[in-house]
């Protein structure tokens, strides 16, 4: 039950795009379309952002997107704005009928 | 509205025993899986444990296995984490929460949390 693998910060600019990358194995990330992505500002609960690869649940902004390629799943924000400015981590379901997370991407808004 | 709203949390020494509940509301709290979730203070999220809506399946990260129990009571809308032979590296903030809807692996909704502390 290794943890996924983020980058530890990423940063862009207001207006940019970023995307942060989750790079898991075939046992977690390839096996299934069951990859998940939250958002966490300090001191708060997780908000999920995306579900099972690219659904956003109501309520989310256009603005963040999904994808997968093999084992690797890949968050998109595009337009940043200064709220986006969190911690941002991948999850996902795994063969052993597990979960795990990545370990956490800090967004920065220049 | 979904509210998850954790308790039990607290100081113990190492060794020691908590329990963790979780008060339920909003929602067909029998027909969804629940999840605990726990957070190391400056530290990433970390999946705990999971159990399914009837309570007939149960999984557990290998961190906790064959030290933490996930159990539920439906009558009562109630999700719990029995906490035995705790360390110090269990100390976190313990979320519980909601497996998604349509038998989604993902989660919808979190509790705000509950800090527990293993220290002497």
């Known amino acids: 039950q290794s943890a996924l693998t983020q980058p530890a910060s990423v940063s862009g600019s207001p207006g940019q795009s970023i995307t942060i990358s989750c790079t898991g194995t075939?046992?977690?990330?390839?096996?299934?379309?069951?990859v998940s992505w939250y958002q966490q500002h300090p001191g708060k609960a997780p908000k999920l952002m995306i579900y099972d690869v690219t659904n956003r649940p109501s309520g989310v902004s256009n603005r963040f997107s999904g994808s997968k390629s093999g084992n690797t799943a890949s968050l998109t924000i595009s337009g940043l704005q200064a709220e986006d400015e969190a911690d941002y981590y991948c999850?996902?379901?795994?063969?052993?009928?597990?979960?795990?997370f990545g370990g956490g991407t800090k967004l920065t808004v220049l | 509205q979904v509210q998850l709203v954790e308790s039990g949390g607290g100081v113990v020494q190492p060794g020691g025993s908590l329990r963790l509940s979780c008060a339920a509301s909003?929602?067909?709290?029998?027909?969804?899986?629940m999840h605990w979730v726990r957070q190391a203070p400056g530290k990433g999220l970390e999946w705990v444990a999971f159990?399914?809506?009837?309570?007939?399946?149960?999984y557990y990260a290998d961190s906790v296995k064959g030290r933490f129990t996930i159990s539920r009571d439906n009558s009562k809308n109630t999700l719990y984490l029995q906490m035995n032979s705790l360390r110090p590296e269990d100390t976190a903030v313990y979320y519980c929460s909601k497996r998604g809807d349509s038998g989604s692996y993902s989660i919808d909704y979190w509790g705000q949390g509950t800090l527990v502390t293993v220290s002497s």
């Open positions: 909003g929602f067909s709290f029998s027909s969804y899986g």
């Open positions: 999850y996902s379901y795994t063969r052993s009928s597990t979960w795990v």
């Open positions: 159990i399914r809506s009837d309570g007939s399946s149960k």
């Open positions: 075939s046992s977690d990330v390839g096996a299934y379309n069951y």
